[in-house]
């Protein structure tokens, strides 16, 4: 049950009560796509760095290990030894980027393995039954994620086919959550919207699935290649359409720029690879900008990556000194990077909640993006 606590013009400020915990929105979801965050982080990493939720992937997860064996294990949650909320994603982005390896048709998707070709196939039944081994605490419908620069005579087609197959995701969870031997008999379902950046179509697939009764919506499609500005276009769009008293989730968002401007907008779940991939090759966020620390300057410099920044890096390490065990490719540095951009990210949504609970969003958006500037 989503709880809408307060607003700040569109900024939504709520909880989402779920099986495994309450989580405060608007935040942002670390991307754990194979059950691990990329960068050697555990668990009790991610609890001292305040997060809220973990994201992880159907198809990697089916692919390898295989969800069954999840189940067998006890689900995703015990397998990972996690105890607050999981989203898992449906397996329809890789519809899109594995466009080389699929072929779509209305009774689902046939891919091949991207690890060992294997012939897969995956539909809405098939995502909702994997979701359900998995036991995430909430199930994306399995949809398929167009290209953003699609003609309009491919994309009505493929949205007319994603409401179906919502309708299908629908019954089949109905009837998972039933059955007796299901581990989350509470897993929630988000439906999707998709429609490119035509704002006629994302707008009418918006009323068609407010009227479903769903746990949550979320905007998909959308940073696979269009600009900032048609993004936030779309958000505007559609937002309005969507249930306020649902949560709204912007699929694959973003920098840290886009999450404030989508907040603004009226969204309140987020999800990006930027603050591990990033780290992952030493580019590191701070209230002044995105540091590249493997640049020359860097290398004496005796500074935390941030002065004030209470992530397990900077209270005791310098920037000269994880420099150094990138450029000696040593793993602790990769972690350090990755710990620190996860910490900023979920402490930027913190601030966030409490600028909307205090009704100063818009002050304190102006105020970041004003110190937010590049370093370099």
Avoid at 19 to 40: D, R
Avoid at 311 to 330: D, G, M, N, Q, V
Avoid at 332 to 354: A, E, P, Q, S, W
């Amino acid at each position: 049950m989503y709880k809408l606590i307060t607003t700040d013009g569109s900024a939504k400020r709520g909880e989402l009560h779920t099986p495994h915990g309450v989580i405060q929105t608007p935040v942002f979801m670390n991307v754990g796509t194979v059950a691990a965050i990329k960068g050697a982080v555990s668990t009790e990493d991610l609890e001292g760095i305040g997060t809220e939720v973990q994201l992880s992937n159907t198809y990697h997860l089916h692919v390898r290990p295989g969800d069954e064996i999840v189940k067998k294990l006890g689900g995703l949650h015990r397998f990972m030894s996690w105890d607050k909320p999981i989203l898992t994603d449906s397996g329809g982005f890789q519809v899109f980027s594995l466009a080389g390896l699929r072929k779509i048709k209305e009774e689902g998707v046939f891919f091949n393995s991207h690890i060992d070709g294997k012939k897969i196939f995956m539909g809405p039944e098939e995502s909702m039954r994997i979701q359900s081994n998995l036991a995430s605490t909430i199930a994306m419908a399995f949809d398929e994620c167009p290209s953003s620069v699609a003609e309009r005579s491919y994309i009505q087609p493929s949205v007319d086919r994603t409401t179906r197959w919502l309708k299908r995701c629908k019954v089949e969870m109905d009837r998972l959550n039933s059955l007796e031997d299901t581990i989350n008999k509470q897993q929630m379902l988000f439906g999707i919207n998709q429609g490119g950046v035509f704002d006629d179509i994302r707008i009418e697939h918006a009323k068609t699935i407010a009227e479903m009764n769903l746990d949550g919506y979320a905007i998909g499609g959308l940073a696979v290649g269009e600009t900032h500005e048609e993004m936030y276009r779309i958000i505007e769009s559609v937002v309005p359409f969507l249930p306020k008293e649902k949560p709204t989730y912007l699929m694959g968002v973003g920098t840290p720029l886009n999450i404030l401007e989508a907040v603004e907008r009226g969204v309140d779940f987020f999800d990006c690879v930027y603050p591990s991939r990033n780290g992952r090759h030493g580019h590191v966020y701070t209230h002044h900008g995105k540091i590249n620390l493997f640049n020359a300057k860097y290398e004496t410099d005796s500074e935390p990556i941030e002065k004030g920044c209470g992530c397990p890096a900077c209270r005791r390490y310098s920037r000269a000194y994880i420099r150094h065990l990138l450029k000696a490719k040593e793993m602790l540095g990769m972690r350090f990077c990755v710990l620190h951009n996860l910490y900023f990210y979920n402490h930027l949504m913190k601030d966030i909640r409490t600028a909307i609970d205090e009704h100063s969003f818009i002050s304190f958006k102006s105020k970041f993006i004003n110190d937010y500037e590049s370093i370099d």
